[in-house]
């Protein structure tokens, strides 16, 4: 966010941010855009880019608040997980699971512990980090992924803020889902992983409706 200004704001995810009151009384004393220089226009140019950033920063937290991270980049993927261990690692019917580059990942307080599983289907460990004082779990990172995390979604401050949309997102395992699940329409799905241990892509079904499962 820039520093101290007190311009106009910009709308941003709801929130706003301020452009420099300098940088728009340069741009109305110079009358016409086009005599503005490149200098002029910095101010602005990096109130933007601050807006960019702050579009994809998103912050999260754990219930107690000792333990904060933020993602700095639109989720690479989103995978909504029914399988058991996601159920028993959420306590409920599944995560709500965007996957972010590693790097773009960042702890801003507290240490988490970290609990190791062994993933029935890789044979591979799967870290689960988890706050020692309230015991929310906050996100994966894996032995197999080891330049991705897995966040829970429920953990972001504003849990809405990526799209599950067709393009980048599917629900997976709906073989162990919860009877009653509803799973909406449009949306890629797989009756376990998207692609098997070796690699090979799994066919998707797509319901036109949403499907309830049985
Ligand atoms: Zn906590
Ligand atoms: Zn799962």
Known sequence: MPGKT??????????????????????????????????????????????????????????????????????NRVTVCHCRFCQKATGSAYMVEPIFDADTFVVLAGSPKTFDQVSAGSGKLVHVH????????????????????????????????????????????????????????GLPTFFEHATTNDGAAQEATVFETCHQIR
């Open 130 to 185: 988890f706050c020692p004082d309230c015991g929310t779990k906050l996100w994966l990172s894996f032995e197999r992924f080891p330049n991705v995390v897995g966040v829970y979604a429920g953990t972001f401050d504003e849990p809405c803020w990526f799209p599950i949309d067709p393009a980048t997102s599917k629900h997976i395992f709906l073989g162990a889902a919860r009877s009653d699940t509803v799973v909406p329409a």
């Open 6 to 75: 007190n311009g106009s704001p910009l709308p941003v995810n709801g929130r706003s941010i301020r452009i420099p009151q300098k940088a728009f009384e340069q741009v109305r004393l110079q009358g016409r855009v086009a005599m503005c220089n490149a200098s002029r226009w910095q101010p602005i140019k990096e109130a933007l880019q601050n807006r960019d950033a702050a579009m994809t920063r998103n912050e999260g937290a754990c219930l107690c608040g000792a333990i904060r991270y933020a993602t700095l980049a639109m989720p």
